[in-house]
């Protein structure tokens, strides 16, 4: 285990202004990063700011008594609230909290960014598809990204090696199975183990999204070769109305966004940057709070040089424009076989 102070040697690739960017292990940590010298990448069409929207599929693959677990997701509209049940009865007050995220909020925000042309990425949890077809199919029929967020809505933290494995392959045989997409990218529960970014390496994903370490996406090495990282955020994350200190209304989470992207585009006319918005459907699809969405969208759609897109167009441009200096044939080969 090895941490990253500055000046490191080892595998790396040059950016645009000829500095060296060294490779870090993934199981490493590294407190340099890009530094001063960001890789100068023009996304698309020469806009500069990158705006990625996810949204969580979690509904129907959460710990439930009801499925057989040995307890229920206590987080909830609520809060972290604790009903005076029973361990051993169900929670049919959070399970109804839960169902109203696939069963309404799911199609009202289709519906919004349907409205503003925007592609999203939806984190996807198998199982919670396996239990709404409907929605499998309308996600990829509607022009947006299946990532996986894991078979079900649960952390690794405490599987061996194999049962992970097992897992991230049940995860993609169950989402190219319902959804007709086989997905490149991926995005744990609560973050990775150490095996987690090998295997998924192994199964042939593109890039993962366990990182809240950068502005824009980024390179580790695993196994000694380029992995890459298109990072996420974690203020940016609805959830926060649910918990305290969060948003107390949508005028709340509307600040924090426009706040964010108008420093990024500023940051923007000189380096390149990413913003990541972080949506749950039985949160931000409520309509008191999905009008903050709504008025994010508008916003950003008044405003020049930016680009609203999937987690995997980021990832695919990104390595089109900025590749590893090492291990580039590999990374090609990777974007080929996995093209839409």
């Not at 929670?91 to 919004?112: H, I, K, M, P, Q």
């Not at 894991?150 to 045989?173: C, F, L, S």
């Not at 890459?228 to 959830?239: K, Q, R």
């Not at 903050?292 to 980021?314: H, N, Q, S, T």
């Amino acid at each position: 285990m090895a941490v990253r102070l500055g000046g490191a040697s080892g595998v790396g690739r040059q950016n645009h202004a000829g500095a060296v960017m060294p490779l870090i292990d993934s199981e490493d940590r590294d407190f340099v990063g890009y530094g001063s010298s960001p890789p100068v990448v023009e996304w698309p069409g020469g806009a500069r700011l990158a705006v990625s929207i996810s949204v969580n599929y979690e509904e129907g693959s959460e710990k439930s008594l009801f499925f057989g677990d040995a307890y229920d997701e206590p987080l909830s509209e609520w809060g972290g609230h604790r009903f005076p049940i029973p361990d051993h009865e169900r929670n049919r007050t959070n399970e109804s909290f839960t169902e109203y995220g696939s069963r309404v909020a799911f199609w009202r925000l289709l519906d919004l960014f349907d409205r503003y042309e925007v592609p999203v990425t939806f984190l996807a949890c198998a199982l919670a598809l396996e239990r709404n077809p409907a929605a499998a199919r309308a996600i990829p029929e509607r022009g947006h990204e299946v990532c996986s967020h894991g078979y079900r809505w649960e952390n690794h933290y405490g599987m061996t090696r194999d049962e992970e494995k097992e897992r991230i392959a049940a995860a993609v045989e169950s989402l190219e199975r319902t959804t007709g997409v086989r997905p490149i990218g991926w995005y744990s529960r609560e973050g990775l183990t150490a095996d987690t970014r090998e295997l998924l390496v192994d199964a042939g994903f593109l890039y993962d999204s366990n990182s809240y370490a950068d502005d824009i996406p980024y390179y580790v090495a695993v196994r000694g070769k380029p992995h890459l990282i298109v990072p996420y955020s974690g203020d940016l994350n609805d959830v926060r109305y649910w918990i305290s200190p969060g948003y107390a209304h949508a005028d709340d989470y509307l600040a924090v966004l426009r706040d964010t992207f108008d420093w990024l585009a500023e940051e923007s006319k000189r380096i390149p940057r990413m913003m990541s918005v972080g949506l749950h459907m039985r949160i931000s699809g409520r309509p008191s709070r999905i009008v903050a969405v709504e008025r994010f969208l508008a916003y950003v759609k008044e405003k020049p040089d930016v680009w609203v897109a999937r987690r995997d167009e980021i990832a695919r441009w990104w390595l089109q424009q900025a590749p590893p200096e090492a291990g580039a044939s590999m990374t090609a080969e990777v974007v080929e076989n996995t093209a839409l």
